[in-house]
């Protein structure tokens, strides 16, 4: 059971409010989708549902215990983060990032134990990155950066992650890859997405945010619909079931409005 | 019976194909390698050091065979039933051991509290230029040290490494606040906040100076600001050498953070770091590690920045690895460094601080370009 419940989260910055009574659920094994136009406060609530940030109101709870009442470390062991682009200053091959996703588990001094090895391989596999695990950080493209940050978040094996826009550098083989990745393994995930049909493709939930505010929430056959789109992203879109998958797809008609207003 | 059965043995799916294209290595070659080869490094470095302290003892004006050094260090360790023989004249025994030895064990420590500090603010800084005399560290501690001296508030090594820590704590807040911490900061944005500091507190200390008015003391200060390592006492060279071996096994035990750090805070808050309280930590170790250094020889830049990216050639960048080799190569460097610098122009002595800017403007510059082409 690893049930990631948010309620209530209400964030300030300054005079801006970037959340605003947010509520949502993720069940255990399911993905779940934040959707939402730029600047609806999917990255804030991200890193709030990860525990990187402390809300002015509300509460994130994990399995039934708050995350504020884990420590780190226990923190760290349930619930991974990969965040949307890094910039890293140190010569780091793909093994030595990946490795340090076992940071929750390792004393200072503790050599690698077979759990480490195993979950390390584990996650370079997975990621398709045990080809490149000897290259260094800064000779990968964005896409393969992405993929390195994944397989650390997966080496920390967490029962929860949380991923911001992680198909974001990714060509489509690996967008799919990556979301059918997610479904296999028993983990919980929450990610955001800009991709409408890759949501409805992959999601078993999505919430979908606007202005800092839940707009909607559900199964994406139920919210990702024409009038939400207008709504939301302010375009016209038709929304049909696609006949070779079933989920709900998008076709972008016209920005119905000047985006700029 | 039919040719059905035959099929799926020929059949080549196209994931299988791919997989093929790229067989993975059964075993990281190059991790392991590199845990060996760190492995052989530290071995290595420290029968380095061993060596070098012992030879360079007997580097200097005064010719002093080798033999003698090791008499007059067996006889002082009280270790003379080891070699009864051995007997040095009073007056070579003194220049040993009341001032080769704790000048070549000063530059030991000095050197290798400059390097670890230079790893670990390369690391909380996020940025490969970081290093104390380039980030005016050092500058604010010589400030604070002249500071107690000229004021009167105390001359003994202890008072002096106190105004100099104080003065680093300060001159690093400085710095901070002005690159504003969190992201990897534009490396030339880092050098000209090290600039403006260190520029700052060298005119305070020139201040200070002008207004004690004293030609002499004056003349003295200035020669110790370039940094020096000549007239080093026992007293001094036991404070700084245990302030910074103390510091520096502190740092190590944050060698998990410091590697996380170059993910960005998140990642390593995510990772289970406490970042905040480690970066705090870590400024305060590496301000009393400078601070110490400082007080004893004054300011003897690069150190920080030459050997950890020597260091991570060599090892790749674990602090596990980083941190003790940079310290045991931090020391080799600056005793043949120092050796040099008292014997090349015998019977004149260059500052030891002109030598390790001599090597390590060049490396700055390397680093600079590499760090600029990212």
Redesign the interface.
Same mark, same amino acid.
């Given at each position: 059971m690893s049930t990631l419940a948010a309620s209530g989260i209400t964030w300030t910055r300054g005079s801006e409010r970037i959340l605003v009574d947010v509520s949502l659920e993720a069940h255990t094994g399911d993905v779940l989708g934040i959707l939402g136009p730029n600047g609806a406060g999917k990255t804030s609530l991200l890193?709030i549902l990860?525990?990187?940030r402390r809300p002015d109101r509300g509460t994130v709870v994990l399995d039934g215990t708050p995350l504020s009442a884990l420590? *780190?470390?226990q923190?760290?062991?349930t619930?991974?983060?990969v965040?949307q682009s890094?910039?890293?200053?140190?010569?780091? +091959?793909v093994?030595? +990032?990946v490795t340090?996703?076992r +940071?929750?588990y *390792?004393g200072?001094?503790d050599p690698l134990g077979s759990n480490d090895r195993e979950a390390v391989e584990h996650a370079?596999?997975a990621t398709g990155m045990?080809?490149h695990?000897?290259r260094s950080w *800064?000779t990968l493209s964005g896409g393969e950066q992405q993929r390195a940050q994944l397989a650390?978040a997966l080496a920390?094996s967490p029962r929860v992650i949380v991923l911001d826009e992680p198909t974001n550098h990714l060509d489509i083989r690996y967008q799919l890859d990556i979301l059918e990745l997610l479904r296999e393994e028993s983990m919980t995930a929450v990610i955001a997405l800009h991709d409408l049909n890759l949501a409805g493709r992959f999601c078993d939930r999505v919430v979908v945010l606007r202005q800092g505010g839940v707009y909607a929430a559900g199964r994406p056959r139920e919210v990702i619909t024409a009038p939400l789109i207008d709504d939301v992203y302010g375009v016209t879109a038709v929304v049909e079931s696609s006949p070779h998958t079933g989920a709900p797809t998008a076709t972008y008609i016209a920005a119905a409005r000047s985006a700029r207003e | 019976m039919t040719d059905i059965a035959s099929i799926p043995g020929e059949r080549t799916h196209p994931a299988q194909e791919r997989r093929l294209e790229?067989?993975?290595?059964a075993r @990281?070659?190059?991790?392991s390698a590199r845990r060996l080869r760190a492995g052989i490094a530290i071995a290595v470095f420290a029968v380095g050091l061993v060596l070098s302290v012992l030879t360079a003892a007997f580097i200097g004006t005064a010719s002093i065979g080798m033999i003698d050094v090791y008499g007059i260090l067996v006889r002082h360790l009280g270790l003379g039933l080891l070699a009864p023989e051995a007997q040095a004249p009073p007056l070579v025994d003194a220049l040993i051991w009341e001032s080769r030895l704790p000048r070549v064990l000063l530059a030991g420590a000095v050197g290798g509290g400059l390097a670890v500090s230079g790893a670990v603010l390369? @690391?909380i800084t =996020?940025?490969?230029l970081a290093e104390p005399y380039l980030l005016g560290v050092s500058s604010g501690a010589s400030t604070g040290a002249v500071a107690v001296m000229i004021l009167g508030l105390g001359s003994g090594a202890v008072s002096l490494s106190t105004g100099a820590f104080a003065g680093a704590i300060v001159a690093f807040g400085v710095v901070l606040l002005l690159i504003g911490g969190g =992201?990897?900061s534009n490396p030339a944005r880092v050098v000209l906040t090290g600039v403006l500091v260190s520029q700052f507190f060298s005119a305070v200390t020139s201040l200070v100076l002008m207004l004690d008015g004293d030609a002499d003391s004056t003349r003295g200060f200035t020669y110790w600001l370039l940094g020096s390592l000549g007239g080093a006492r026992w007293e001094p060279v036991l404070i700084a050498g245990s302030v910074i071996l103390l510091c520096a096994l502190i740092c190590?035990?944050f $060698?998990?953070a410091l &590697? $996380?750090f $170059?993910? #960005?805070w &998140?990642?390593a $808050?995510?990772?289970?770091?406490?970042v905040a309280r480690a970066r705090v930590s870590l400024m305060v170790l590496t301000a009393l590690m400078t601070a110490a250094a400082v007080a004893a020889s004054g300011a003897i830049g690069f150190i920080g920045l030459l050997v950890p990216h020597i260091v991570?050639l060599l090892a790749?960048? #674990?602090h596990?690895i980083l941190l003790p080799l940079s310290a045991l190569g931090g020391a080799i460097f600056l005793i043949w460094v120092d050796a040099f610098a008292r014997s090349a122009f015998s019977p004149h002595e260059i500052p030891v601080g002109v030598v390790t800017a001599l090597l390590g403007a060049p490396a700055f510059a390397l680093v600079l370009r590499k760090a600029a082409a990212?």
């Open positions: 890193r990860a525990g990187l420590s *780190r470390r923190r760290a062991r619930l991974a983060i965040e890094l910039e890293v200053h140190e010569d780091v +091959t093994e030595e +990032t340090l996703g +940071t929750p *390792r200072t001094f370079l596999e045990a080809a695990r000897t *800064r650390r920390q | 790229h067989p993975a290595p @990281s070659p190059r991790g390369q @690391s =996020r940025n490969p =992201r990897v190590l035990l $060698a998990p &590697d $996380a $170059a993910f #960005g &998140d990642t $808050a995510s990772l289970g770091i406490k991570r790749g960048p #674990g596990r990212r």
